[in-house]
């Protein structure tokens, strides 16, 4: 089962305690003091990889503890600052912090390699070396480390997709993916076979772009009907929209319209997005003329409307072409600045 969306908490480590101590050498029994200083805490930082497909290795393990500072030692000895622990997460991870009752966003890992700080480690404690004075030369006062930072985090993982098709039960979207990439979905003649995202590297001969194929859509998806539609969440990132639909079902332009709908209802900023209509199933169709009168009737929609059969794989070519040319299009524009990385400080509290 793909895994896209996990809450868990991290605790980071606790600083070393300080020491308290004193010389003691054999012709110097009273020497002053000597404690060292207690050693940092490790860091918890999320690293972007592409090895990573999901989250699934989130999801039974909920709490993520670094290991804490060492405690100073005598002779001034520094305690042992204690290694970070770096989690590892899918590139195209957004990360939230809960706090208050909300959910703030502090890093969007897109590149592989990426690495953002979750929970900072305590500091180690002092030692009694620091508070010697000229009155007070026998201090038996040490420092104990600070607390780790602890946060509720929610991990949320969003495709990094070039193209998404999107279409209705036994539209073809599993034996298109299947034709024209490696992909090796289920394909079957009853509907949701897909019940998660199936991504595809598609090659044209000069271009290779991600393809992912949608589980389907029905009427009413909003409210929940069918498989929902939360996974229209993957098409956030893509370049490209294609919408597949069955040659041999009535009323195809209405058809469209309400999966359209069902799209823009769950996020409108998706209607910006580059689009195609590909009529799937062709080789059904014995009368050219009705495939005449098909791409008319859709013709409406305002976006290039192919004809296809996955099946018979006539038409992937011209296809494949007119998507890639779409994506390329969009991933040539000015890139937009990346808004700052959000640093997450926590108001200080006495201790």
């Not at 042992?80 to 966003?105: C, H, Q, S």
């Not at 299947?178 to 509907?191: F, H, K, L, M, T």
């Not at 040659?247 to 799209?263: H, T, Y």
């Not at 580059?274 to 859709?298: C, G, H, R």
Request: glycine content about 12%.
């Amino acid at each position: 089962m793909f895994v896209d969306n996990v809450e868990i908490r991290v605790k980071a480590g606790n600083g070393g305690s300080g020491q308290a101590s004193f010389r003691r050498e054999k012709f110097l029994p009273f020497g002053g003091p000597d404690g060292g200083d207690g050693g940092k805490g490790g860091d918890i930082y999320l690293l972007a990889d592409n090895d990573m497909e999901d989250l699934a290795s989130f999801k039974h393990r909920t709490l993520y503890k670094a290991q804490n500072g060492g405690r100073g030692g005598k002779n001034r000895m520094h305690g042992l600052n204690a290694e970070d622990l770096v989690l590892k997460v899918p590139a195209g991870t957004i990360i939230y912090v809960k706090e208050g009752g909300r959910e703030l966003m502090i890093a969007d890992l897109q590149q592989k390699g990426k690495k953002t700080l979750l929970a900072r480690g305590g500091k180690g404690g002092k030692g009694n070396v620091h508070y010697a004075t000229a009155t007070r030369k026998a201090p038996t006062i040490f420092q104990p480390g600070e607390e780790g930072e602890q946060r509720d985090i929610i991990l949320k993982v969003r495709l990094l997709t070039d193209a998404c098709i999107i279409g209705y039960p036994n539209s073809g979207k599993s034996s298109l993916i299947a034709a024209i990439s490696a992909a090796r979905p289920e394909v079957a003649d009853y509907p949701f076979t897909t019940k998660a995202p199936v991504l595809g590297i598609v090659d044209d001969g000069g271009r290779k772009y991600v393809w992912a194929e949608m589980p389907a859509i029905i009427g009413g998806a909003q409210e929940g009907k069918g498989l929902g539609n939360m996974f229209l969440v993957h098409a956030e990132k893509a370049a490209v929209l294609l919408y597949l639909l069955d040659a041999s079902s009535p009323g195809l332009s209405g058809e469209f319209m309400n999966l359209k709908k069902e799209v823009v209802l769950f996020d409108p900023k998706l209607r910006e997005k580059k689009s195609l209509i590909a009529v799937n199933k062709i080789d059904a169709i014995e009368d050219p003329a009705a495939l005449d009168s098909i791409k008319a009737e859709l013709a409406g929609a305002g976006w290039p409307v192919l004809m296809v059969s996955a099946v018979e794989r006539q038409g992937l070519g011209e296809l494949v072409s007119s998507v890639h040319e779409l994506i390329s299009e969009e991933r040539l524009k000015p890139a937009e600045e990346d808004a700052p990385e959000v640093i997450f400080r926590p108001k200080p509290v006495d201790r």
